[in-house]
Structure formats: structure tokens, C-alpha cells
């Protein structure tokens, strides 16, 4: 009996240059994979392709498609099923206030990250925070070490039990927060320029409060579920 069968999955994020926090990234990454079985024990092989004959014949046949990169995928996919959840800190000390802690003017340092992992940006930002009841205000601006200045305004909303909600220019939607312990987790989805198109970038982002006057930032960046980078910032309170 003669099998045919192909079976082909491609991943495909498109090479380009983008503004704000992803300037630099390079999104061209493909993989594909294709097995074929023929009866009548042929194999072929094509760029980015890996085809398998018909096990009445077995040998080894050249593989372009990178093992490398197929792990990593895995690994991301398990990986996402295996985040910390923000409830794991609430015995940790010292409790993180918002309120208490994003108020009046702060400076924070940072650099943003590829998916390998290499530093591709630097930047520095001021802020400066105010509240009003439950609704305070983050007026952030960031420089960057190619000269870049951009803004962002958040309106950030106390709700019960640690619960944050907030607003900004370029992002999608509401942020959503929890506070647990020393702990604050952000999701939220980034509007992002790139080429005349919108992109969307999505954040898990983790703030680690170290003593009342200095906080540790990381953020995950995912675009269709991989992750395409990360963000780590120093922030510190200086009045």
C-alpha cells in the first residue's frame, strides 16, 4: 500500500523594525515541518522541510529544520502552563502599597531584551505619581540610549483586595493587577507602531518591591503566544 501523507505547520513572525520598546527585534523566525510517507521509498527533502520515507526502507536523511528551535517551542508551551501565580507571595515581606509607593517623582533604569535574551535597548525613565483617593496618576517618560523620548500616562484604579485596573494611551483595553505580599502582577496588551500597522504585544509584567524605596520590574512580551522578548527595570523613589 502506497501512504502519502504531508503534514505541514508553519510559524511565521515577519521580519521588520519597529518604534517604542521592540525597536531592533527581529520577528523572522520560520518554522516548518513536513513528513511525508511514500511507498515507494523516496525521500525528499526541501528548505525548511523534513520529510520521512517509508519505514520498509529506513536511513538517515539530512534535517534542515533546527531540533533548537523546535524545543524551544515545546518549551515555551509547557512553560506557559507552569507560571507562578501571584497568591504564592502573600506571606512576602514588605507588603507592596501602591499608593504608598508610586508617589511623588521616581527614576527608574531599564533594558529591554530579545527572545534570546540579548540586551538591544537601554533607556532611563522619570516619573512622577499623585493620587486622588483610589485613582492616581503616572506620568512616565522614557529616554532611550538611541535619543528617543516617549510618553506614557497611566490612570491606575484601587479596587478590594489588591486589585488594580488600569489606562494608558497605548494600551489595549485595561490593565489588570493583583498585589499579593511584596508582589504586583500586570497584564495588559501594548499598542505598538510598526510600519504603519498596529501591532500587539502582550506583557506579563512583575513588580518585586526589594524596601520601601526601590522596586524590581520584569515583564514578558508575547506576540501569538511566544514570547518575542522582555523588559527589566530598577525603579527607585527619590523624594
Not at 508553519?10 to 520560520?30: H, I, P, W
Not at 517623582?105 to 532611563?124: D, E, H, P, Q, T
Not at 486622588?132 to 484601587?158: P, S
Request: hydrophobic fraction near 40%; proline fraction near 1%; glycine fraction near 6%.
Amino acid at each position: 500500500m502506497n501512504l502519502n501523507k504531508l503534514v505541514k505547520t508553519t510559524v511565521d513572525f515577519y521580519s521588520t523594525e519597529s518604534k517604542g520598546l521592540l525597536k531592533n527585534f527581529d520577528f523572522s523566525r520560520q518554522v516548518t515541518i513536513s513528513m511525508s510517507l511514500d511507498g515507494a521509498n523516496k525521500t525528499k527533502i526541501v528548505q525548511n522541510s523534513l520529510y520521512f520515507q517509508d519505514s520498509r526502507n529506513p536511513r538517515y536523511v539530512a534535517i534542515l529544520f533546527s531540533l533548537k528551535k523546535f524545543l524551544i517551542i515545546l518549551l515555551a508551551v509547557f512553560l506557559a502552563a507552569c507560571t507562578t501565580q501571584i497568591k504564592e507571595y502573600a506571606s512576602q515581606e514588605p507588603k507592596l502599597n501602591l499608593k504608598q509607593f508610586f508617589n511623588g517623582k521616581l527614576k527608574a533604569y531599564g533594558m529591554v531584551m530579545n527572545w534570546k535574551g540579548k540586551v538591544i535597548r537601554r533607556f532611563s525613565v522619570d516619573m512622577d505619581a499623585s493620587w486622588d483617593n483610589n485613582v492616581g496618576i503616572l506620568d512616565e517618560t522614557f529616554l532611550y540610549d538611541d535619543g528617543e523620548v516617549q510618553k506614557r500616562i497611566w490612570t491606575l484604579n484601587k479596587k478590594n483586595n489588591g486589585q488594580y485596573i488600569g489606562t494608558a494611551n497605548d494600551v489595549l483595553g485595561e490593565a489588570q493587577g493583583q498585589t499579593a505580599g511584596f508582589a504586583l502582577n500586570w497584564q495588559y496588551t501594548l499598542q505598538i507602531p510598526i510600519d504603519g500597522e498596529t501591532w500587539h504585544i502582550d506583557f506579563n509584567d512583575w513588580m518585586y518591591q526589594l524596601d520601601e524605596k526601590r522596586i524590581i520590574n520584569q515583564a514578558d512580551m508575547k506576540k501569538w503566544g511566544f514570547k518575542v522578548g522582555e523588559v527589566l527595570l530598577w525603579i527607585e523613589k527619590i523624594d
